[in-house]
C-alpha cells in the first residue's frame, strides 16, 4: 500500500500545499477549498480548479510515478493518494484510489453519486442532470471522505507501506496508518521528513524522484 502526497507530484511541476505557506499556488486555501469559499465566490473557485486543469495537461509523471507502475511487476500495489492530479494513472498504476477528488471529474452540487469526467473548464451555468450547476470532485475541508472506506481495508491488508510526499498533517489521511498491522515495515520518503528511522520504520530523507526508484530496486530483491 502506497500513500501518496503532493511531494511526489512536486518534481512535475505541481505545488505542494504546506511548503508555500498555507497557500495553494498563491491562493489562500479556505478560499478555494472550502464549502464556504465555493458559496462565496463561485467563479473564483472555478477559475481557480480550471488553472489547475489547464496546469495537468502540461506536466508529466515523474521518475517517482514510473517507479511505482514498475513495482507492480513484483507485487500487488495498491495507490491512496491525497493528490487530485492523475499523475499516477498517466504513469501506468492500475489501483489509484482518490481521497480527495479528481481535477478530471466534476459532480452535481445537489447529488454527490452523479459525478462526470470533466477535462476542460467548468463554467457557472454548467449544469447536472438536475439542472443545478456542478461543482469540482474535489473533498474540500470540512467535507466526508467516502473513500475511506475502500483505502482502509487497503492499510489493514498490507504487508509493505511506503508514504510518500505528505506532511501527514491532514487528517483522515494520515490517520490510515494506524490501520496498519503492527510490525509491518513502513518506508516514509520526504524531503523534509515528519518521523525518524525506528523499529519497522524505515525513513529516505531524500527526493521522491531518487528515493522511490532506489527503494523498489530493494524491494524487488524481497518479492
Ligand atoms: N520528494 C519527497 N517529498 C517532498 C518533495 C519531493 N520532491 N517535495 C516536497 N516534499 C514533501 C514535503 O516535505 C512535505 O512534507 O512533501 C510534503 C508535502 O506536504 P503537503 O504540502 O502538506 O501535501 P499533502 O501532505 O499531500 O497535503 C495533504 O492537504 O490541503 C490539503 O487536500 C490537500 O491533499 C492535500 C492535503
Known sequence: MVLSGAGISAESGIKTFRDANGLWENHDIMQVATPE??????????SFYNKRRQQLKEVQPNAAHFALKELEEYFEVSIITQNVDDLHERAGSKSVIH??????????????????YWPNDLNIGDFCSQGKQLRPHIVWFGEAVPMLELAIPKVTQADIIIIVGTSMQVYPAAGLVDYAAQKTPIYVINLNPHTQSKGNIFVYPEKASLALPKLVKELKKQA
Do not use: A, F, I, Y
Open 37 to 46: 469559499g465555493w458559496e462565496e465566490n463561485p467563479d473564483l473557485v472555478l
Open 99 to 116: 481521497l480527495h477528488g479528481e481535477l478530471l471529474k466534476v459532480r452535481s452540487s445537489v447529488n454527490e453519486n452523479e459525478v462526470l
